[in-house]
């Protein structure tokens, strides 16, 4: 069998796995990236000496395909455990939970006993419905893919635990509304909770993963492409520089992106293109004489806020209970606006951003405004691919489309909307392929 060339155009997380997988299964691999990097939303930068992940930001134990990348690429001694806890703000005050001692939303007053109780009776029902499912793949999560989030938690557990458990969850992780998500993401996200799964740092950075991928294969970055053209035999993909002919392409872009490149005549591709994408603006801040002293829990990795708490700020991580070695001297929080303030500050000028961030901090670390030293500002008109109800069941009808393709999508809007998700809907995109090329010999 003659080895088939594959085009994969994107450098992000969804394109580095899938290209490398075909150069593995023996495929000719050529990677078009747009821009002068590689990684996506898979970066990091260096802040006084210090190390922070302005896009993606934790990997988990429960990534399965993330896990067997880190495995092949020799990377797993890297992967370093964060704090199991994270604080929700109620009535102003942190209140550290963790997923693995469930009965700490009721001793740190985040939820009532009754409500306590709630949350364990729904969750124990949740995971005997959803247990065996994978937590890779979301297609196989389409039977619940029929109302919000919001609807579903409303009526598996109450609106308290709506609004403090899952929404600041769901608004810190997806930059979403409940009412705005399908209940197939929240309930596929709560079973890392019920199944034990914990978050995961990389010791160099969310980078090293995407660096790693990239060693052995061929990229041409500043690629941008025009166009794809395909017909039975080929496809033909068009720069402002040259034309390459591929038997395959592998399209691993954002769905905004995708949709200008991409003319289909099938109804479910068609809508899958059409995803949006939720902005997010992630601030890093550097205290060279590390926090105040605070009644913040001193354990907690993260803070979430939840909208009934919030004035703009989503999210908080405290970078050393991330990774201590992330941090040369002092704190480095990162903070995540999400949502309708995003939309909002987007393109707003550094001083009106911190006009509204820094007083809100201030109210969780009394006296830290002085100490901030330097700010850096990561502005993600792309953040994350909304989930709304019915793309988990497209995602379903798109893999079992019958007769081949020549032009493969992947990336966070074709599976589960986080880097496990985008690396799972790239490796299946890599499995269609082989098996399409070996088929036809």
């Not at 850096?376 to 079992?400: L, Q, S």
Request: aromatic share 6%; with cysteine; proline share 5%.
């Amino acid at each position: 069998m003659s080895k088939k060339s594959v085009v994969v155009i994107g450098a992000g997380m969804a394109g580095l796995s899938a290209a490398h997988r075909l150069r593995e299964s023996g495929c000719e691999v050529h990677v078009l990236e747009a821009t002068s990097r590689i990684g996506g939303r898979a970066s990091t930068d260096f802040v006084e000496d210090s190390l922070i992940d302005r896009g993606a930001q934790f990997l988990s134990d429960g990534y399965e395909n993330v896990c067997r990348l880190l495995d092949e690429i020799k990377l797993r001694d890297s992967f370093r455990p964060c704090s199991p806890w994270t604080a929700v703000i109620k009535d102003g005050k942190g209140r550290a939970v963790s997923s693995s001692r469930p009965w700490s939303v009721n001793t740190s007053g985040l939820l009532n006993l009754a409500d306590s109780m709630a949350l364990a009776t729904g969750s124990r029902q949740l995971m005997k419905e959803t247990g065996a499912l994978p937590l890779d793949d979301f297609s196989r999560w389409r039977e619940f893919d029929d109302q919000t989030a919001a609807a579903w938690i409303e009526r598996q557990f109450n609106r308290q635990i709506l609004e403090y458990v899952f929404e600041p969850m769901l608004q810190s992780f997806f930059f979403q509304e409940p009412e705005d998500m399908s209940r197939a993401l929240a309930m596929l996200v709560w079973n890392f909770g019920g199944r034990d799964k914990q978050p995961r740092a990389l010791r160099g950075g969310m980078e090293d993963l995407p660096h790693a991928l990239a060693e052995n294969l061929r990229i041409s970055l500043r690629s941008p492409v025009l166009g794809i053209a395909e017909n039975s035999s080929q496809v033909r993909v068009i720069t402002a520089e040259h034309e390459l002919i591929a038997d395959f392409a592998v399209l691993a872009v954002p769905a905004p992106q995708a949709r200008t490149l991409r003319a289909s005549d099938d109804e479910v591709e068609n809508r899958l293109l059409e995803t949006p994408y939720s902005p997010a603006l992630v601030l890093a801040l550097f205290v060279p004489d590390g926090l105040p002293k605070t009644a913040m829990p001193s354990d907690v990795h993260g803070i979430m806020v939840p909208r009934r708490e919030r004035r703009v700020i989503g999210g908080i991580t405290v970078v050393t209970r991330k990774c201590a070695i992330y941090v040369d001297r002092g704190e480095l929080l990162q903070v995540v606006i999400g949502g309708e303030a995003a939309r909002r500050l987007l393109d707003a000028p550094q001083e009106d951003i911190l006009g509204e961030v820094v007083p809100e901090i201030d109210s969780y670390f009394p006296g830290i405004s002085p100490r901030i030293d330097t700010v850096k500002i990561y502005r993600w008109p792309e953040a994350a691919a909304c989930t709304p109800v019915g793309r988990c069941r497209d995602i379903h009808r798109y893999r079992n489309h019958e007769g081949p393709r020549k032009v493969y999508l992947a990336g966070d809007y074709m599976g589960a909307r986080n880097v496990e998700g985008a690396v799972e809907s790239a490796l299946w995109a890599a499995r269609a392929i082989a098996a399409q090329a070996i088929a036809r010999g």
